[in-house]
């Protein structure tokens, strides 16, 4: 069985923060994108906070278009001019410049009480503040708390009840929360804040809501600028046409989807993304088309491990090198799929959006 064909001047193979960048920049130019993505993101399972160059200029280009977007959503981010030393789950710290500046916990809070929520894993309050008090001067307190209502199903008194235990039962002037089970939960840690009269904020926390949430900004951001995003798609095949690729063939389920493109961006992700694959002591291109190579990299002791963590798709300015040697003029590589840009080795989401930023202009080139 077969899906209806899919026609579009850009087809972005993969969905997170990379692709979803490309194809947002590619439709501000009036091209028509279409996204494939067969699995969840890495970007959904991150923190949802990036390091950014200030100095650098496609970071600050990147920073200005998606910012504007994402406060249409609901969402308050800004750029620091100074990497911020924020908090994270587990009591260590994380440098960031995409930052809440109302809502984020950093290493500046003082007299803080780390509130954890009977049923939330997200937070443990006790780990949090043993840890804390093995790095900084200031341990914060911690607290349980056990709700009688969800923040999901019925807010208003989610947010009576907590508002006053805050209020009344914990003297700290700061109060660190486990992520809310909410798209946006702003308007919900606003409430807290003048319930209780406190600073409310929330841990830096990986696989969980913030990443669940910056991933659904970035797809409504897309969705905005007319991007066609279609999940459980995988690229399975490239119909190759002398240096070019002409065409796709994806699948979904046992169902197959012909793609028709002018161009195509792979933005897949590296090995731990599952972009690429691994065949014994190789890390391959699973299409079986493109060479990868590795790139020296700091950050793990194993070379062989470093090696593959680093291993992306060979590229010859920007274009995609085949297994024969030669470059598709039409294939663009993004992101964490390109070489030496492997988070395990310091490479983070800031470095993934501008690498993809630069990408479609790569892109624009041979449109």
Same mark, same amino acid.
Request: charged content about 20%; cysteine-free; proline content about 6%.
């Given at each position: 069985?077969?899906?209806?064909?899919?026609?579009?001047?850009?087809?972005?193979?993969?969905?997170? =923060?990379?692709?979803?960048?490309?194809?947002?920049?590619?439709?501000?130019?009036?091209?028509?994108?279409?996204?494939?993505?067969?699995?969840?993101?890495?970007?959904?399972?991150?923190?949802?906070?990036?390091?950014?160059?200030? !100095?650098?200029?496609?970071?600050? !280009?990147?920073?200005?278009?998606?910012?504007?977007?994402?406060?249409?959503?609901?969402?308050?981010?800004?750029?620091?001019?100074?990497?911020?030393? #924020?908090?994270?789950?587990?009591?260590?710290?994380?440098?960031?410049?995409?930052?809440?500046?109302?809502?984020?916990?950093?290493?500046?809070?003082?007299?803080?009480?780390?509130?954890?929520?009977?049923?939330?894993?997200?937070?443990?309050?006790?780990?949090?503040?043993?840890?804390?008090?093995?790095?900084?001067?200031?341990?914060?307190?911690?607290?349980?708390?056990?709700?009688?209502?969800?923040? !999901?199903?019925?807010?208003?008194?989610?947010?009576?009840?907590?508002?006053?235990?805050?209020?009344?039962?914990?003297?700290?002037?700061?109060?660190?929360?486990?992520?809310?089970?909410?798209?946006?939960?702003?308007?919900?840690?606003?409430?807290?804040?003048?319930?209780?009269?406190?600073?409310?904020?929330?841990?830096?926390?990986?696989?969980?809501?913030?990443?669940?949430?910056?991933?659904?900004?970035?797809?409504?951001?897309?969705?905005?600028?007319?991007?066609?995003?279609?999940?459980?798609?995988?690229?399975?095949?490239?119909?190759?046409?002398?240096?070019?690729?002409?065409?796709?063939?994806?699948?979904?389920?046992?169902?197959?989807?012909?793609?028709?493109?002018?161009?195509?961006?792979?933005?897949?992700?590296?090995?731990?993304?599952?972009?690429?694959?691994?065949?014994?002591?190789?890390?391959?291109?699973?299409?079986?088309?493109?060479?990868?190579?590795?790139?020296?990299?700091?950050?793990? #002791?194993?070379?062989?491990?470093?090696?593959?963590?680093?291993?992306?798709?060979?590229?010859?300015?920007?274009?995609?090198?085949?297994?024969?040697?030669?470059?598709?003029?039409?294939?663009?590589?993004?992101?964490?799929?390109?070489?030496?840009?492997?988070?395990?080795?310091?490479?983070?989401?800031?470095?993934?959006?501008?690498?993809?930023?630069? =990408? =479609?202009? =790569?892109?624009?080139?041979?449109?």
């Amino acid at each position: 069985m077969s899906l209806p064909d899919v026609d579009a001047d850009v087809l972005v193979a993969g969905g997170g =923060a990379a692709g979803l960048t490309a194809a947002t920049r590619l439709a501000l130019d009036g091209r028509s994108v279409t996204v494939i993505s067969s699995a969840t993101p890495a970007t959904a399972l991150s923190t949802g906070r990036m390091l950014l160059d200030p !100095e650098q200029l496609e970071a600050v !280009e990147w920073a200005s278009f998606f910012l504007a977007q994402f406060r249409r959503q609901g969402a308050y981010y800004v750029m620091s001019k100074r990497p911020v030393n #924020a908090l994270t789950n587990f009591g260590t710290a994380m440098k960031q410049s995409l930052t809440s500046p109302l809502f984020d916990w950093t290493t500046r809070d003082r007299d803080v009480a780390v509130v954890g929520l009977v049923g939330n894993e997200d937070l443990d309050p006790d780990l949090v503040s043993r840890e804390i008090g093995r790095s900084h001067r200031a341990r914060p307190r911690p607290y349980w708390f056990s709700p009688s209502f969800s923040p !999901e199903l019925d807010r208003d008194r989610f947010a009576e009840e907590l508002g006053s235990v805050l209020m009344n039962d914990v003297a700290e002037s700061t109060i660190v929360l486990p992520p809310l089970p909410q798209r946006s939960p702003y308007d919900l840690l606003a409430e807290l804040r003048k319930r209780s009269g406190k600073r409310i904020v929330e841990a830096a926390t990986p696989l969980s809501w913030p990443g669940r949430r910056f991933q659904a900004l970035m797809e409504g951001t897309a969705a905005r600028l007319g991007v066609t995003v279609l999940k459980d798609r995988r690229l399975m095949s490239l119909d190759i046409d002398g240096r070019e690729a002409a065409g796709a063939l994806l699948s979904s389920g046992g169902r197959t989807q012909k793609a028709r493109f002018n161009a195509l961006v792979l933005a897949t992700g590296g090995v731990p993304s599952g972009g690429l694959d691994v065949e014994g002591r190789n890390v391959i291109d699973p299409l079986r088309l493109f060479k990868t190579s590795s790139a020296p990299s700091p950050g793990v #002791a194993s070379h062989r491990l470093r090696s593959a963590l680093s291993t992306g798709i060979a590229t010859r300015k920007g274009k995609a090198v085949t297994l024969q040697g030669g470059s598709l003029r039409n294939v663009v590589v993004a992101g964490s799929l390109a070489k030496g840009m492997s988070y395990p080795l310091g490479r983070g989401l800031g470095d993934v959006v501008v690498h993809a930023w630069k =990408a =479609a202009l =790569a892109v624009e080139e041979v449109l």
